[in-house]
T-cell receptor
Framework: ETGVTQSPTHLIKTRGQQVTLRCSSQSGHNTVSWYQQALGQGPQFIFQYYREEENGRGNFPPRFSGLQFPNYSSELNVNALELDDSALYLC?????????????FGPGTRLTVL | AQRVTQPEKLLSVFKGAPVELKCNYSYSGSPELFWYVQYSRQRLQLLLRHISRESIKGFTADLNKGETSFHLKKPFAQEEDSAMYYCALLGSNYKLTFGKGTLLTVNP
């Protein structure tokens, strides 16, 4: 069984740029959720993807967008980067319909916006 | 709106002492609550969920709907329990809301 993987591990961008983060689901999982974790805070839900469609969204502006591919991997895209976007971005996969919706987390991508 | 509050940012106990990590929630529906843990240099992982009423690594958590709480307890803390603990609530829109976390340190 392969766990959740994310790439890259670290990324440095400048304000106004665009960034794409990638996530591969755990084997057998079909749902992907993305979280933003600022320093000293808990993870904040960005959105969830199931069957290649956004299935729920937190309080994030439209410049945060995502994709899910037929193999259940996913991308998080952030346009017009702001300094406050600097954070750890976590991806979590789960199996839709699984009792209690246990989510399995990746190691995260550390994004720094200068 | 759903909200999870963990009032203690830091908690330090001695090995063998009881430990209680507090979690309070605000949610209008029927909550599904979880505790996640992150050990040093490891990824976030599920510790336990209220619906299972299970005990994992000696930890238990009881949902108290009257007090809107889901405190995590262990009667005898071990050094390997030192970690960051997050309480989380699953809402109706599939949104998992986390608290800010409590860093537990178990001293020898």
């Amino acid at each position: 069984e392969t766990g959740v993987t994310q790439s890259p591990t670290h990324l440095i961008k400048t304000r106004g740029q665009q960034v794409t983060l990638r996530c591969s689901s755990q084997s057998g999982h079909n749902t992907v959720s993305w979280y933003q974790q600022a320093l000293g805070q808990g993870p904040q839900f960005i959105f969830q993807y199931y069957r290649e469609e956004e299935n729920g969204r937190g309080n994030f502006p439209p410049r945060f967008s995502g994709l899910q591919f037929p193999n259940y991997s996913s991308e998080l895209n952030v346009n017009a980067l702001e300094l406050d976007d600097s954070a750890l971005y976590l991806c979590a996969s789960s199996l839709w319909g699984q009792a209690y919706n246990e989510q399995f987390f990746g190691p995260g991508t550390r994004l720094t916006v200068l | 709106a759903q909200r999870v509050t963990q009032p203690e940012k830091l908690l330090s106990v001695f090995k063998g002492a009881p430990v209680e990590l507090k979690c309070n929630y605000s949610y209008s529906g029927s909550p599904e609550l979880f505790w996640y843990v992150q050990y040093s240099r490891q990824r976030l992982q599920l510790l336990l969920r209220h619906i299972s009423r299970e005990s994992i690594k000696g930890f238990t958590a009881d949902l108290n709907k009257g007090e809107t709480s889901f405190h995590l307890k262990k009667p005898f803390a071990q050094e390997e329990d030192s970690a960051m603990y997050y309480c989380a609530l699953l809402g109706s829109n599939y949104k998992l809301t986390f608290g800010k976390g409590t860093l537990l340190t178990v001293n020898p």
